[in-house]
């Protein structure tokens, strides 16, 4: 496809080669924009050079918007008032970058992909419709969270947020959250979104210090739900995506961080206690034969925090609870 797809990457991890490996696969973007910490650079620069991912442009997250606004990762997150958040400032300045990837990196085409760092595309679903060798709307991406669980506070927040700052009602699907770990963005949209932020609070600041003002007032918001009500009332032929049946009922979530269920059994099924930065190929086949070719997952997401390990059955969501590399899962 023409356009580009951006990964806000906070750590260089064991899946992360695989990860941009299964997007070319499938996707084959113009380019695939990192956006991650300075302490992560040389590390990417040199995944890039030894596996030849051409398309992969790497760039520091610390300074994203220092020539457009001046500011620093540092100014905008002292910002974010701990005490009145529900989550530390790293996280909401990645979805930050999110929205703003436009202003961080200006050769940026007009609609790119957001797509989230530990997500594995596998039996992948379709992106773009082309036509003439060239991409035309709708765009799509895919609904991958039920939305039967979840905590309901945070929720609620996020649904105050949309309803007072932006003046729009939440989008809503029978099935699914609008928090699908990927999303097409319209540079226009986000100008307009950006703009009514900004009349919200009457303010010139920069739009992005008045998200990170917003997670003290709200606790919280959502990237992609915000933005996929802006387009709900706004632009609603802009906001297509396949069904949570599609593919949501196939894709899973789960702890593991190189040392997990899923990576280990890769590892016995090669012999290879070796393989710590696996290929897209090798998941692929390990998958394929875990599956079967005729039930393979739409993804995997690989979780690598270490809060999921102390998550109970009644927090975890139903991708979480599906999936067969979960600990609790016998073998």
């Known amino acids: 496809m023409k356009e580009d797809i951006v990964i ?39 995944l890039r050079t030894e596996h030849r991912l051409d398309s992969v442009s790497i760039h520091a997250e610390e300074t994203a918007f220092e020539a457009a606004f001046g500011l620093s990762k540092e100014a905008i997150c002292q910002l974010l008032q701990a005490e009145q958040s ?8 990645q979805q930050i970058l999110k929205l703003g990837a436009p202003e961080c990196l200006p050769d940026l085409s007009e609609n790119y992909l957001v797509w989230d760092s530990d997500l594995l595309a596998v039996d992948a679903w379709p992106v773009v419709v082309e036509r003439d060798n060239a991409a035309v709307w709708p ?10 669980r979840g905590n309901a ?16 009602e939440p989008v809503r699907d ?29 303010s010139g600041e920069a739009w992005p210090c008045l998200m ?13 739900w915000l933005y996929s009500s802006w387009l709900d009332h706004h632009h609603p032929e802009k906001l297509r995506y396949h069904p949570y049946e599609s593919y949501g ?53 690989f979780e690598s925090s270490p809060r999921h390990l102390k998550k109970g059955k009644d927090n975890m969501h139903v991708e979480e609870l599906r999936s067969r590399w979960h600990s609790f899962v016998e073998a």
């Not at 226009?188 to 900004?198: G, H, N, P, V």
């Not at 990170?212 to 992609?224: I, V």
């Open 212 to 224: 990170m003002r917003s997670a003290n007032d709200f606790g919280t918001f959502s990237e992609f």
């Open 249 to 301: 009922r196939s894709t899973e979530r789960f702890f593991d961080d190189g040392t997990g269920k899923f990576s280990r059994s890769m590892r016995a099924f090669f012999n290879d206690s070796e393989i710590l930065e696996p290929s897209y190929e090798q998941i692929f086949k390990f998958i394929c034969a875990s599956y079967g070719n005729d039930s393979l997952p739409s993804s995997l997401s």
């Open 139 to 148: 765009y799509r991406f895919a609904l991958l969270q039920d939305n039967s």
């Open 174 to 202: 029978p099935n699914a959250s609008f928090v699908p770990h990927h999303m097409w963005f319209n540079t226009t949209a986000l100008a307009e979104i950006k703009s009514r932020i900004k009349r919200h609070y009457g």
């Open 153 to 168: 506070k945070i929720i609620a927040s996020w649904e105050r947020w949309i309803r007072e700052i932006l003046e729009v």
């Open 8 to 46: 806000p990457l906070f750590k260089h991890r064991w899946s992360t080669r695989a990860v941009l490996e299964a997007l070319s696969h499938h996707y084959a973007p113009r380019r695939i924009y990192i956006l991650c910490p300075k302490s992560e650079l040389l590390k990417l620069e040199a």
């Open 86 to 93: 529900l989550y530390n400032p790293g996280w909401f300045y």
